[in-house]
């Protein structure tokens, strides 16, 4: 059975950190790109940050480049997103997904699974 899980959301302050993990399980991790994803109320679903498994090579919105960071642990089977200086904006549902062969171009239409997500609230 694939499962992907999310952890590490929660509620912090302008300005400051958390660190969201993705368990993967069920399939062939290093065939895969894993993606975050966000859904804000009212907005839709966006592409943050996706990293393939495989080789390495990433993808950042704009929104989010030099201020989050993922990484991926292999030997885990698991994704990380480690998000600094973090701002009102960014509060939102983080999902995270697989796309099977990525190109790492992080939509979410070409991903194949999907975590059951977690709440990430920045207060100002």
């Known amino acids: 059975e694939v499962q992907l899980v999310e952890s590490g959301g929660g509620e912090v302050q302008a300005g400051g950190s958390l660190r969201l993990s993705c368990a993967a399980s069920?399939?062939?991790?290093?065939?895969?790109?894993i993606g975050w994803f966000r859904q804000a109320p009212g907005k839709e679903r966006e592409g943050v940050s996706c990293?393939?498994?495989?080789?390495?090579?990433?993808y950042y919105a704009d929104s989010v480049k030099g201020r989050f960071t993922i990484s991926s642990d292999n030997a885990k089977n698991s994704v990380y997103l480690q998000m600094n200086s973090l701002k009102p904006e960014d509060t939102a549902v983080y999902y995270c997904?697989?796309?099977?062969?990525?190109?790492?171009?992080?939509?979410?239409?070409?991903?194949?699974?999907w975590g059951q997500g977690t709440q990430v609230t920045v207060s100002s």
């Open positions: 990293i393939s498994v495989r080789d390495g090579r990433t």
């Open positions: 069920g399939f062939t991790f290093d065939d895969y790109a």
């Open positions: 997904a697989a796309e099977l062969y990525g190109l790492v171009n992080c939509r979410a239409y070409e991903h194949d699974y």
